[in-house]
């Protein structure tokens, strides 16, 4: 089993900058794709990045692409979103996950953290 633990959530104004780590323990995590997921009040938990298990493939959602950016270590067993030029629309409870594959679609992962919240201020 794995557990995934977010961290550095929290309120931002516009234009800012946070960075989220997802902290993996249980078992390792490195030879398994992670991703971030966010979801906003009301709606869908959607796909924000993705990373492959050794680090040299990543994605983007088109809405957070040259913003964000997804990396890890493993030999700290974690995961990072950095954030820059943050936008009230990416307010939402943001997931790290773990799984077989390097994808962008929820189905993809085994496992999932309980989530950290970041709150973007116009």
């Known amino acids: 089993q794995v557990q995934l633990v977010e961290s550095g959530g929290g309120l931002v104004q516009a234009g800012g900058s946070l960075r989220l780590s997802c902290a993996a323990s249980?078992?390792?995590?490195?030879?398994?794709?992670m991703g971030w997921f966010r979801q906003a009040p009301g709606k869908e938990r959607e796909f924000v990045a993705t990373?492959?298990?050794?680090?040299?493939?990543?994605r983007y959602a088109d809405s957070v692409k040259g913003r964000f950016t997804i990396s890890r270590d493993n030999a700290k067993n974690t995961m990072y979103l950095q954030m820059n030029s943050l936008k009230p629309e990416d307010t939402a409870v943001y997931y790290c996950?773990?799984?077989?594959?390097?994808?962008?679609?929820?189905?993809?992962?085994?496992?999932w953290g309980q989530g950290t919240q970041v709150t973007v201020s116009s």
């Open positions: 249980g078992r390792t995590v490195s030879t398994y794709a």
């Open positions: 996950a773990a799984g077989s594959l390097n994808a962008n679609t929820r189905a993809a992962y085994n496992y």
């Open positions: 990373i492959s298990w050794s680090g040299s493939s990543t």
